[in-house]
């Protein structure tokens, strides 16, 4: 799946690149490794836990990932490519945490 061509790599299905007994779509709460320091991390901490509701993730965009979380492969969970961010979890969904993620956003 091309995407929206705002993050350059590749949207490819969760399904083919894990197991085969793990859930797709995969539904639920999963870490967020920050991998790239960025603002929008100003009131987030390493490790907090983020909600997800997905059956794609991108791949091939290590240069602009600031965020992964597992699920049998590293999950790009957030990237940056100048002023546009993407998030593959729900901040809106992810309670305090997702929250925090978001008022970071708007102050940006």
């Not at 940056?80 to 309670?95: N, T």
Request: net charge negative.
């Amino acid at each position: 799946h091309e995407g929206l061509k705002l993050i350059p790599g590749l949207i490819m299905p969760l399904k083919d690149d894990i197991r085969p007994e793990l859930k797709v779509p995969h539904m639920g709460w999963n870490r967020l490794e920050i991998v790239k320091d960025d603002p929008i991390f100003k009131y987030f901490n390493d490790g907090e836990s983020v909600y997800y509701v997905h059956s794609y993730y991108a791949k091939y965009c290590s240069d602009y990932t600031l965020g992964i979380s597992e699920y049998d492969v590293n999950v790009t969970g957030l990237v940056r490519s100048g002023l546009v961010y993407g998030a593959q979890f729900h901040p809106e969904k992810s309670g305090d945490a997702g929250l925090r993620l978001l008022k970071a956003f708007s102050e940006i």
